[in-house]
C-alpha cells in the first residue's frame, strides 16, 4: 500500500514536470471549450420562426412558453416566408403549429409540430425535444381527462400555474448544452484518449530512460508500480472530466444538474476504456516510437469513425455499422441521449459496453505482459 | 557467507547464448572484478543476479538465498548502479536518491539523513537541488552512484560505472568504491577498461562470449599465462659479465644480451632476485635501470583468447 502510494506520487510529479504533458492537459480542455464558444457564440439566443395554423389556446401558450425562457426569440412569420427567413439565416429554426393542433389533442392523437432548420440536427433536436416535452405533457392532460373538453382545461390551468416548470427548466439547460456540447465533448473525448495514452505510455518512458531497470531491482513489485500507473491515470482523467463540465456549464451559464453528474459518469466510463486501450497499446510496443506511431493511427481514425467529430448519419451506412465496434461511438450515444433528456437508465447499455471495452482491453494487455515473460521482456 | 554463488548457469536469448555455463563464487568483503569485452555477458550476469531476469538452467543463490525464491529479500539487500544512467531528468538530484531509496522501505529521518549522506558522498550536495537533465556526464554518474547506495546494500553492483567520463569523475569514483568497500559493501565491479579492475579489484573474473574463461587474484590470472618472470637490466658496460655465471645463478632460464640491457628469465617460484643483484654487486658493476616485467591482463586476455580486450 505504501509502495503503491509512493509510485503514485513519483508519476505525478513526474508528469507536471514535464512542460508537455501539462501543455497536452490544458489543450485538451482549452481547445474543445474554443470550439464551444465559437459554434455557440455568446449570446445563446436562438431566434425561432413560427407559423401558427391553429390559433387555438394551447398553440398560443406554446407560442408563449417558448418566449417566456430566454433561451428563444421568437418571431412570427406568414407561411411563405418560412424557408427564405431560415435560408438566410434570419431565423435559426422555424417551427409549423399545424391546423386543429387543440383539436387533435383533446382526441389524445396530438399532431406534429413540424421543424424547419439549416443549423444542422442539433438546433432542431434541442428544439424538438422541447416541444415533444410539451406536447407529451399536453397529451397526458387529454388522456387522463378522458377527452372532457372542461376536465382538460381544467387540469391545464393547473399545470401551467403548478411548479412543474421547474422540470421545463431542467429540459432546457440540457437541451440548450446539446446544440454545442456533444461536438465539443467529442474534441474533449479524443484529447481525452491522448492523456490517457500519455500516462500509460510513461512505463515505455521510463524503459527507455532505464529508471524501469531500477525501479525493478529493487523490492517493488512489478504489479504495484503497472496498479499505480492505472491510478494516476483514472485520477488524472477524472480530473480533466470534471474540469471541462465545470467550465462548459460555467461557460453556457447553465446549472450544475443531474444531466451533467450523468455526463461525468458516462465520460468517467469511457476515460476507463480509454485507459485499458491505452495499456493494450503501450503492452504491445516495444518502444516509445513503435507505441506513439500506434496510438496516432488508432485514437484519430477511431475518433472519426465512432462519431467524435461529425455526427455519425453523415457517413455512409457501412461506416456507422463499423462504428457499432468503437467505444468512442457508445460515449458519445450516450451523451446524446442524456441531452435528449434521457436518464441514466436510457444509456445503462451504453456503460456496459464501455466498461466491457475496457475489460477486453486490460486483460488482452495482462495476456500480453504475462506471456512475453515476466517483465524480462522490459528491460 | 557467500554473497554469491552461481552454478552452471545457462541464459540465452534467442539464438544468443548470452551466459554458458557460469560458475561465480563471491566471498564477504571482496570487490570482485567481472572484465570482458562488449557482448560477454557481464550485464546479463548482473541482472539474473539481481532478479531482474530469469535464466534456462544452473542455481543462483545471494546471501546464501535462492534467487528463484527469496528475490524480495535479495533485492533489498543489493545496489545497484545500472550501465546505462538509470535516473529521472526532471527530477532534482535529492528527489531522485529520496524516490529510489523509499523503494526500498526507507522512510522519515532516516531517508532524510541517508539522501544527504550519499549525496555527499559522491559530492553532489551543492547541486541537490538541481534537475540532472542540466549535469555533465560525470555528473549523471556520480547521481546513478548515489541513487544505488542511500539504502545501505550489503551488496553494490556497479555496471561500468566509468565509461564516457573525465578521468576526474573516474578518480572520484574509483575512490568512492574503495571507500564503500571499507565501510563494508560487498562490490561486483564490471568493465572493460582492465587498468580499474587491477587497479581496485581483489578478485576478478574475465568473461568471454558467455564464458568464464578465467578467475583469480590478479597474481594469480597472470601467472596462468606464464610459468616464468622477466627481469631487465640495464648497466653502463657489459664487459665482464659471463652469460654462463648468470645461468648458473638458481632459477634462471635464459639470459639475453642486447646492447647493454641484460634479459634474464626466470621459474617464476623461484625467488632468485637477491643472487641476481648480488652478482652484479659482486662484480663491481652498477645497475643503471632495472625493470621487472609483469604481464597485465592485457596479456591475459590475448593470451587466452588471441584477442585484445579493447579494440
Ligand atoms: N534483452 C536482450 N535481448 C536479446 N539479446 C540480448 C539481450 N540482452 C543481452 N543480449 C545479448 O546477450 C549478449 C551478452 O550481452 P551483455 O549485455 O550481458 O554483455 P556485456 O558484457 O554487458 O556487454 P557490454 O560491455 O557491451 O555492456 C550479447 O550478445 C547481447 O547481444
Ligand atoms: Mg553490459
Known sequence: MRELFLVM????????????????????????????????????????????????????????????????????????????????????????????????????????????????????????????????????????????????????????NSPFSLKTYIVEDIGKMAVATTRSLGFFIMFLMFSTFNISNFILVEKRDKTFYRIFASPLKPRTYLVSNFFVNLILAVFQIALILVLVTFILNLRLTKATFDVFLILVSFGITSIGLSSMIVAFSPSTSYSNTLSTLIITPT??????????????????????????????????????????????????????????????????IKTSGKMGDFI | MKIVKMKEVIKRFGDVIALDNVNLEIEEGEIYGLLGPNGAGKTTAISIICGLISFDRGEVYVFDKDIRKDAEFIKKNIGIVPQDVAIYGDLTAYENVKFFASLYGLKGKELKESVEMSLEFVGLSDKAKEVPNKFSGGMKRRLNIACAIAHRPKLIIMDEPTVGIDPQSRNHILESVKKLNEMGSTIIYTSHYMEEVEAICTRISIMDHGKVIAEGTKEELTSMVTDVNTVYIEIGSIDGIKEEELKGIKGVKAVEIRDSTIKITSLKDVSNFDDIIHYFISKNIPIRNLRNEIPDLETVFLTLTGRKLRD
Open chain 1, 9 to 160: 506520487k513519483n508519476t505525478v510529479k513526474l508528469f507536471f514536470r514535464r512542460k508537455g504533458n501539462i501543455i497536452l492537459l490544458i489543450s485538451g480542455i482549452i481547445i474543445p471549450l474554443f470550439f464551444l464558444l465559437f459554434t455557440y457564440g455568446g449570446s445563446g439566443q436562438l431566434r425561432i420562426g413560427v407559423v401558427n395554423r391553429d390559433k387555438s389556446q394551447i398553440s398560443t401558450d406554446l407560442i408563449n412558453s417558448l418566449e417566456k425562457t430566454d433561451k428563444f426569440k421568437v418571431v412570427f412569420l406568414k407561411e411563405n416566408e418560412i424557408n427564405d427567413k431560415v435560408s438566410k439565416g434570419e431565423v435559426d429554426s422555424a417551427i409549423v403549429i399545424p391546423q386543429r393542433f387543440e383539436e387533435e389533442i383533446l382526441k389524445g392523437n396530438p399532431k406534429d409540430v413540424e421543424i424547419v432548420s439549416i443549423k444542422g440536427e442539433e438546433t432542431s433536436l434541442f428544439l424538438k425535444s422541447y416541444l415533444d416535452r410539451k406536447i407529451n405533457v399536453l397529451y397526458n392532460l387529454s388522456k387522463a381527462s378522458e377527452g372532457n373538453k372542461e376536465n382538460f382545461y381544467k387540469m391545464y390551468d393547473l399545470y401551467k
Open chain 1, 303 to 368: 475518433c472519426m469513425l465512432g462519431g467524435a467529430f461529425w455526427p455519425l448519419y453523415l457517413m455512409p451506412e457501412a461506416l456507422q455499422k463499423l462504428s457499432d465496434f468503437i467505444p468512442q461511438k457508445w460515449a458519445i450515444d450516450a451523451i446524446e441521449k442524456i441531452q435528449m433528456g434521457g436518464s441514466l437508465s436510457d444509456v445503462y447499455m451504453n456503460i456496459i459496453i464501455l466498461l466491457a471495452f475496457a475489460l477486453t482491453f486490460i486483460l488482452l494487455g495482462i495476456y500480453k
